[in-house]
């Protein structure tokens, strides 16, 4: 009932609204309610689904159940206090820069509901780590697993050294502000000028080398896990993980970030013609996570745990991902589109499968596709 309310009422009034301004709305929305216990309290029982079936310990860390909310949507840690009562079992801030950064021109999300889509073009808007840090102080609720997404501040830099000084920087404050969780090392952002000058880049093997033998200077000692490209071959992204795997604190790698070839077949072609400028998550998203994630998952599932991201909708598009090798899952766009109470019915429909296919938890369904 709440999602067909959301769908047929509330987002038609949002939508005749700049994304900007709703997602802003949400975010100030999200702050006070998360520190309201009676508001807290009346949502988590409108839209959290408990199942034991989705519980898993993963990297000594327990989730409850295995839909997360993505790096991208909370940039600033507004949402820490109330998302757990909206349903998700685990929750990425960020990303994260070192130095504050406003963001790109304006407007920096629009919409594409034909597509199933969100234009994207923040350019890693931030506050900077220092303010976010100061933000979340003590407040934080020990309840669902909080990670920090960390990525470079949108600058000039002269030399890829400079640019993975700066990322360090960021993660040693992490580090030691003992916040978080786990941590996500972001080199996909497509909509950046700091990388515009440069030769290397993050996501290349020699700019990728240059960033993780940097990191490999700080005691990280929770799980990390790298959030890649959706656009780059399966070959291209096994050779970056062929260089990960030697280094023991990369944890695993989150399959994938924004797309921007507009030729993608997903795309409604009139709608994609006359967007602006900027990149794409939604549906366009999903063929190509999933079959990065089977590539993965073939060739590193005794060594990567994966994250899949990327166009899910529903509780059939995140068992997806789990059969070709997601162990979790993450979404922002879904919940644009669908609202809140989708990851109540996420969570509650993977159960179903799960319990259809025979399966007594949810890790025996992880990668079976790939068995």
């Not at 600033?76 to 079992?89: H, N």
């Not at 993980?241 to 409604?268: C, H, P, Q, T």
Request: with cysteine; aromatic share 12%.
């Amino acid at each position: 009932m709440i999602g067909f309310l959301y769908r047929k009422i509330i987002k038609p009034i949002l939508f005749k609204y700049p994304a900007d301004d709703v997602h802003n709305f949400f975010l100030k929305t999200g702050n006070y309610f998360g520190r309201n216990n009676f508001i807290k309290k009346v949502f988590g029982k409108l839209f959290v689904y408990k199942n034991s079936i989705l519980k898993q310990k993963i990297l000594s860390l327990q989730f409850e159940n295995p839909v997360g909310l993505a790096a991208g949507f909370d940039y600033d840690a507004d949402l820490i206090d109330i998302l757990p009562s909206i349903g998700f079992g685990f929750h990425s801030i960020g990303s994260v820069t070192y130095l504050p950064y406003a963001g790109n021109k304006a407007p920096m999300l629009d919409r594409l509901p034909k597509s199933k889509s969100l234009l994207v073009n923040k350019g890693f808007k931030s506050m900077g780590m220092e303010s976010v840090l100061k933000k979340i102080g003590e407040r934080r609720e020990d309840s669902i697993p909080l990670g920090i997404s960390i990525g470079s501040t949108n600058m000039p830099y002269k030399k890829i050294e400079e640019m993975a000084d700066d990322v360090h920087a960021s993660f040693d404050m992490g580090i030691r502000s003992k916040y978080f969780d786990y941590f996500e090392l972001n080199i996909s952002c497509p909509n950046l000028i700091n990388i515009e000058n440069l030769k290397e880049k993050f996501d290349d093997p020699i700019g990728f080398s240059i960033l993780l033998n940097n990191l490999s200077y700080l005691n990280i000692n929770r799980p990390l896990f790298i959030k890649m490209h959706a656009e780059k071959s399966p070959e291209e992204t096994l050779a970056l993980l062929d260089i990960a795997k030697d280094y023991k604190w990369i944890s695993g790698v989150i399959m994938s970030n924004l797309v921007k070839n507009r030729e993608n077949i997903d795309f409604d072609k009139e709608e994609v013609l006359n967007a602006g400028k900027g990149n794409f998550s939604g549906k366009p998203t999903e063929e190509l996570s999933n079959n990065l994630i089977t590539e993965i998952h073939k060739k590193y599932k005794d060594r990567f745990i994966i994250i899949g991201c990327g166009g899910i909708f529903s509780g059939k598009d995140a068992y997806e991902k789990i059969k070709r090798g997601a162990t979790l899952v993450q979404l922002i766009t879904g919940m644009v589109y669908e609202g809140p109470s989708v990851i109540g019915k996420i969570n509650k429909d993977v159960s179903k499968l799960l319990k259809k296919d025979g399966y007594k938890n949810i890790s025996e369904a992880v990668g079976v596709y790939n068995k």
